[in-house]
């Protein structure tokens, strides 16, 4: 029996959850795991407790389903943490933490497993495709496969990062086989902008500034510039990989005012540079080529102190 359905043989409510902030594999997993539920196992109870996903991500079957005032106060049999360690999925934390079962599902190597059942696969393209690996998938329809294809999708960057294996790419064209309109999908949640987003987007390339004999790109966006532009975090997506497919770079990285003093980072890298590590040092976490963390102080003193960790790496690969 497939993992999941067996996790799922006794249980009479489940809960579903993902990390704050929720991006195209964090949205597609937990949605993919809910619709599963819902379509094989009705007399389950399941609820799904997220911070408001981008509108973008409407189009996938039941996301107007989403509890994001998360004030339940039942105890789950289950509680599915996806994408994510349990620390960070936000105000689900107090459900949570009364769930009879704890069940951690992610692909972020740094992500030491955080419930009574781990399903940590670091080698999968993305959390979607390790939910689409531990369900039946002879029990898909239209709307799970399109919400497991979006995620794989959003995470290999269209099949186009390092992550993406054959076995991905197989996945994938069982999942088309259900026949959703795929082109469309990308479009909608990938790669179109509205006008605001490209002004920002244009604002935070114009900005940037290379260093480290331009092997490093930097952009910084601070809350002046998002209320200027009328976007908030929600609407930066794209930048970080805008910087790194830079001709020349090898380490890129984004910053984006989230308080007084205190930056999200995001960091990419293209060959050699682990940007797991860097982030790690600074209590994040994420994969070897993508990689994030939230730091304090100025955006000078942010991005000196990643650069003294990312010339580590630098240095050595320079001195074989």
Known sequence: MYKIDELLQKAKTVAISGHVRPDGDCVGSVMALYLYIKKNMPEIQAKVFLEKPSDVFY???GVEDIDTVMESREVYDIFFVLDTA??????????????????????HISNPGTGDINILVPQGSSTSEVVYRNIDPT???????????MGIAHDTGVFKYSNTTPDTLRAVAHLME???????LIDETFYEKTYHQNQIMGRAMLESIRFMEGKCVVSTVTKKMMDFYHVTAGDLDGIINQLRIIKGVECAIFLYQVGEMEYKVSL???SYVNVSVVASYFGGGGHIRAAGCTMKGTP??????????ISLQMEKKDKK
Request: aromatic share 8%.
């Open 300 to 309: 000078h003193d942010v991005i000196n102190n990643l650069s003294a960790r």
């Open 139 to 149: 029990k898909l329809d239209s709307s799970i496969a399109m919400a497991i294809y």
């Open 268 to 270: 990419r890298s293209n």
């Open 59 to 61: 189009c996938i079957p």
């Open 178 to 184: 259900y026949g959703f309109d795929f082109s469309k």
């Open 86 to 107: 349990a620390d960070r999925i936000g105000n689900a934390c107090p459900i949570y933490e009364r769930a009879k079962l704890k069940v951690n599902i992610d692909h």
